[in-house]
């Protein structure tokens, strides 16, 4: 893979994530590398003052060589391979309908008669999407998620995904 020289986003690259790139490119998947060998490399700790570093380097080598490291707190960081980024997808949906469920709490305080018009549809756009988030992370959406994509035998598009939904909603209106 074409190594991380290029400018990324809109200004040039440090020296000290280029570094880090270098030092992370070398890690194989499963492997891991201590915060004090990253900052040994750049001279500077990378959990303080080289934080930013670090942050860019993790997002340009995923971004560019799909190289995924989840941080082990204090310790380093861990590259994941293919079954470790999956795993990590579930803590993201959970960590996502937690956030939704934290939001339809927060708009529940909302006093809808105050609102003028447009603050009205404002509140009730936001309500549709985060309502339809909600019911799109419970466990029993998840599971029937599942079931068609182990009936299918392959991944399944975010069109039949929506379909799925609606025709969860119709049977559990009936």
């Known amino acids: 893979m074409e190594k991380a020289t290029r400018k990324s ?5 440090s020296g000290d994530t280029r570094l880090l790139i270098a030092c992370l490119e070398e890690v194989p998947a499963g492997g ?3 915060y004090h060998e990253l900052s040994g ?3 500077r700790d990378v959990s303080r003052e080289a934080r930013h570093n670090l942050i860019s380097a993790r997002r340009i080598l995923q971004r560019e060589q799909r190289m995924v490291f989840d941080p082990v707190k204090g310790e380093g ?56 988030m909600a019911q799109m992370t419970r466990p029993e959406s998840l599971k029937l998620v599942e079931r068609a994509v182990e009936k299918d035998g392959s991944e399944i598009n975010y ?6 939904f609606r025709g969860a909603g119709e049977t559990d209106c009936k």
């Open 9 to 13: 986003g809109f200004q040039e690259m």
């Open 32 to 34: 891991f590398i201590p």
């Open 41 to 43: 490399r750049i001279d």
């Open 77 to 132: 960081l861990k590259r994941l391979d293919d079954s470790g980024i999956v795993k990590t997808l579930d803590g993201c949906i959970g960590a996502i309908r937690r956030k939704v469920k934290r939001s339809l709490s927060k708009a529940s305080c909302v006093d809808y008669a105050n609102l003028d018009h447009e603050g009205r549809n404002h509140r009730n756009m936001q309500l549709a999407v985060i309502g339809a």
């Open 159 to 164: 069109t039949r995904t929506l379909d799925l």
